[in-house]
């Protein structure tokens, strides 16, 4: 079984930034996309950002400008730099990585913007 393990949430201020980590425990083959989704109190799981092997990436339209995803280029870590953060953005950050037939998913990252 492959884990992704998630690091570098946290608590930070209104207009401050954020690097989220997430990286695969062996390597994976076959990645098609990789990517992230958060889930706040109450709402339902969206995607934040994804990217593909050739480096295209795609955000949610309340991201845009802000965040960042990039990845190794042996595609098994995937990171989201977030610039900017708003009360808003607070919720889990969940990484995913997609091949053909599955999915893998991270156990998940607090993130809270607040004063």
């Known amino acids: 079984q492959v884990q992704l393990v998630e690091s570098g949430g946290g608590l930070v201020q209104p207009g401050g930034s954020l690097r989220l980590s997430c990286t695969a425990s062996r390597s994976i083959f076959g990645v098609i996309t990789m990517g992230w989704f958060r889930q706040a109190p109450g709402k339902q799981r969206e995607l934040v950002a994804i990217t593909s092997t050739i480096n295209r990436a795609n955000y949610a339209d309340s991201v845009k400008g802000r965040f960042t995803i990039s990845r190794d280029n042996d595609m098994n870590t995937v990171y989201l730099q977030m610039n900017s953060l708003k009360p808003e953005d607070t919720a889990v950050y969940y990484c995913?990585?997609?091949?053909?037939?599955?999915?893998?998913w991270g156990q998940g990252t607090q993130v809270t913007v607040s004063s």
């Open positions: 995913n990585i997609h091949l053909l037939d599955r999915d893998y």
